[in-house]
């Protein structure tokens, strides 16, 4: 890690400095970039402003090395413990009984097609309002959330009910930053986030957006997601997220290979 911290950081200085030298930014221009710093620290909004500003980024060099289906960004409301295995559907809130249903459903293969079983795909997405169980309003960490385990064709399906399209926290300043300082918005496109894993597998982070869905392409967040944009399909009043996987093999059997 210090080899790789002596490569980066200088190179990282330097350019810094070389953008500060270039618009000949003055001490009071200085010292507003500091105060705003730790109004980002005061706020705890740094993971926040790092997600906003680069997470996206190290996908896109991450996945300079991957074969099979890209990643995305994680986002910050996955919750760090075992998920539940779900067989059927996402619990869904009491309240939401009303709001449109979704299937969510697809295939997990490797690099030459063949099915994955026992692949697991943990689920995540927001409430038909835009908010997170675990996360936001006390909402039961149960809701929207879920463990789905491949069968033997790879096949694995679940309902919930549809996500919609949220703002990222944007009363702080990283919000200030995005939004008054410089002009763009605070909104993610409605997505289903994805984590698959797989003995032997790559590990692969991902998210599926609804085509023609609002903010797809514009997402505060940078991400690319022109990969996993699923079309609109309807099958009995519900929409069809069909969202299939290509897992490569682990990175340590391919290096072996
Ligand atoms: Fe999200």
Same mark, same amino acid.
């Given at each position: 890690? /210090?080899?790789?911290?002596?490569?980066?950081?200088?190179?990282?200085?330097?350019?810094? =400095?070389?953008?500060? =030298? =270039?618009?000949?930014?003055?001490?009071?221009? *200085?010292?507003?970039?500091?105060? *705003?710093?730790?109004?980002?620290?005061?706020?705890?909004?740094? #993971?926040?402003?790092? @997600?906003?500003?680069?997470?996206?980024?190290?996908?896109?060099?991450?996945?300079? /090395?991957?074969?099979?289906?890209?990643?995305?960004?994680? +986002?910050? !409301? *996955?919750?760090?413990? @075992? !998920?539940?295995?779900v067989t059927d559907e996402l619990p869904s809130r009491p309240e939401d009984a009303g709001a449109q249903d979704m299937i969510i459903r697809g295939q997990v293969t490797d690099l030459d097609g063949? #099915?994955?079983? +026992?692949?697991?795909?943990?689920?995540?997405? /927001?409430?038909?309002?835009?908010?997170?169980?675990?996360?936001? @309003?006390?909402?039961?960490? =149960? !809701?929207?959330? +879920?463990?789905?385990?491949?069968?033997?064709?790879?096949?694995?399906?679940?309902?919930?009910?549809?996500?919609? #399209? *949220?703002?990222? #926290?944007?009363?702080?300043?990283?919000?200030?930053?995005?939004?008054?300082?410089?002009?763009?918005? /605070?909104?993610?496109?409605?997505?289903?986030?994805?984590?698959?894993?797989?003995?032997?597998?790559?590990?692969?982070?991902?998210?599926? !957006?609804?085509?023609?869905?609002?903010?797809?392409?514009?997402?505060?967040? @940078?991400?690319?997601?022109?990969?996993?944009?699923?079309?609109?399909?309807?099958?009995?009043?519900?929409?069809?997220?069909?969202?299939?996987?290509?897992?490569?093999?682990?990175?340590?059997?391919?290096?072996?290979?």
């Amino acid at each position: 890690m /210090s080899e790789r911290v002596k490569q980066i950081v200088p190179e990282l200085l330097d350019e810094i =400095k070389g953008v500060l =030298k =270039k618009h000949k930014v003055t001490f009071a221009e *200085y010292r507003s970039a500091f105060e *705003y710093l730790i109004g980002v620290q005061e706020a705890k909004e740094v #993971p926040l402003m790092l @997600d906003a500003l680069f997470n996206a980024t190290i996908v896109e060099i991450e996945n300079e /090395s991957r074969k099979g289906t890209r990643a995305d960004i994680q +986002g910050p !409301y *996955y919750i760090d413990e @075992d !998920y539940p295995i779900v067989t059927d559907e996402l619990p869904s809130r009491p309240e939401d009984a009303g709001a449109q249903d979704m299937i969510i459903r697809g295939q997990v293969t490797d690099l030459d097609g063949t #099915p994955v079983a +026992g692949a697991m795909l943990d689920i995540w997405h /927001s409430t038909p309002d835009g908010l997170y169980s675990g996360i936001h @309003d006390n909402i039961d960490r =149960k !809701y929207y959330r +879920g463990r789905v385990v491949t069968g033997e064709n790879g096949h694995y399906c679940v309902t919930s009910k549809l996500p919609v #399209p *949220y703002q990222i #926290p944007n009363a702080g300043p990283t919000g200030d930053l995005l939004e008054k300082h410089l002009g763009r918005h /605070s909104w993610r496109p409605a997505h289903i986030h994805f984590w698959a894993r797989a003995e032997g597998k790559r590990d692969l982070i991902n998210q599926a !957006y609804f085509e023609g869905g609002e903010y797809v392409g514009d997402d505060c967040c @940078d991400t690319d997601h022109l990969e996993l944009v699923v079309p609109e399909v309807i099958e009995d009043g519900a929409r069809v997220m069909e969202v299939n996987f290509v897992l490569e093999p682990a990175q340590a059997q391919l290096a072996a290979e």
